[in-house]
């Protein structure tokens, strides 16, 4: 039940829309880039894979996908061969203090 209630409130339009306004310096996903460590922003997509509430902290366990820009050369006149994706992952454990009003992101 409890779960539940966690998801009622955070996996919401709202939630996502908050997330998706962080800026990438606030999230630590490049750790998770295999190369170039440049990731769409706009390609950004969370999930809560779990959570746990008490009386001041609510934590969450999430799955964030994105994809990650690989700069490549141009051989021809072709600039759209220049630029290509490779999709990336990340698990992210969310905190946030009820009480100091202060979210924390870690891997």
């Known amino acids: ?12 339009d709202k939630f996502k829309q908050a997330f998706k306004s962080l800026t990438l310096d606030d999230l630590p996903l490049a750790v998770c880039c295999h190369h170039s460590g440049d990731i769409d922003k706009d390609s950004i997509e969370i999930a809560i894979l779990s959570s746990a509430e008490s009386e001041n902290i609510i934590q969450l366990k999430t799955g964030v996908f994105f994809r990650e820009v690989l700069a490549g050369c141009a051989c021809s006149d072709n600039l759209s061969q220049a630029i290509s994706y490779e999709n990336g992952y990340c698990e992210l454990h969310i905190k946030f203090d009820k009480d100091a009003d202060k979210l924390e992101i870690a891997l």
């Open 1 to 12: 039940m409890l779960f539940q209630q966690i998801c009622d409130k955070f996996e919401n």
